[in-house]
């Protein structure tokens, strides 16, 4: 099965991509530590060396893309391609990135530029009752079930409306 082309995402020209060997895995770890915590701390589950286990237990750097600005990690995300779709396993900002558009135009990137040209559905999985569920259905993708602790999403290249707008 190919990997999916984290490389031929699209970012801000104030930002840079960083992808392979050059990752530091455990700089991305912190970074979901930081990141989830408000929303674990919310649901009286964060425990910061499971969140970072989680993440290091399953690390390939080739399906993983780190956004920088200047020096500064913002964000990463993990795109592992199934046998029918693709699996957005991570997308974390830096709370100081947050709420400025990077995490919507990495999304419409991984669409436009990974989903699209292939026809690919994209499916995730964000912690139930999280911001990261209003942040994915914005983004046009609908939930798709619940566990309780988990909430299951998934976005189809045909569910953008007739002028191009996610819908």
Excluded: C
């Excluded at 530590?33 to 390939?60: C, I, N, Q, T, Y």
């Excluded at 200047?70 to 830096?94: E, N, T």
């Excluded at 400025?100 to 999985?125: D, N, Y």
């Excluded at 911001?131 to 798709?144: E, H, I, K, L």
């Amino acid at each position: 099965m190919a990997k999916a082309d984290v490389t031929r995402l699209s970012l801000p020209r104030d930002f840079r991509i960083v992808t392979g060997t050059a990752l530091d895995p455990l700089e991305l770890a912190e970074l979901r530590a930081k990141a989830m915590r408000p929303s674990l701390e919310a649901a009286g589950r964060f425990d910061p060396d499971r969140v970072r286990r989680r993440f290091l237990d399953h690390f390939d750097a080739e399906a993983t893309a780190a956004f920088y600005a200047g020096q500064d990690l913002a964000g990463f995300i993990v795109v592992r391609q199934m046998p029918d779709h693709l699996y957005l396993d991570h997308l974390y900002i830096a709370p100081e990135q947050q709420g400025a558009g990077l995490g919507a135009q990495i999304i419409r990137s991984v669409q436009e530029q990974m989903a699209e040209p292939t026809g690919q559905e994209i499916r995730l999985i964000a912690l139930t009752g999280s911001p990261a569920g209003r942040f994915y259905q914005r983004a046009g993708f609908m939930q798709t079930g619940s566990d309780g602790i988990d909430d299951s999403y998934s976005w189809h290249p045909m569910s953008r409306d007739s002028r191009g707008n996610l819908g």
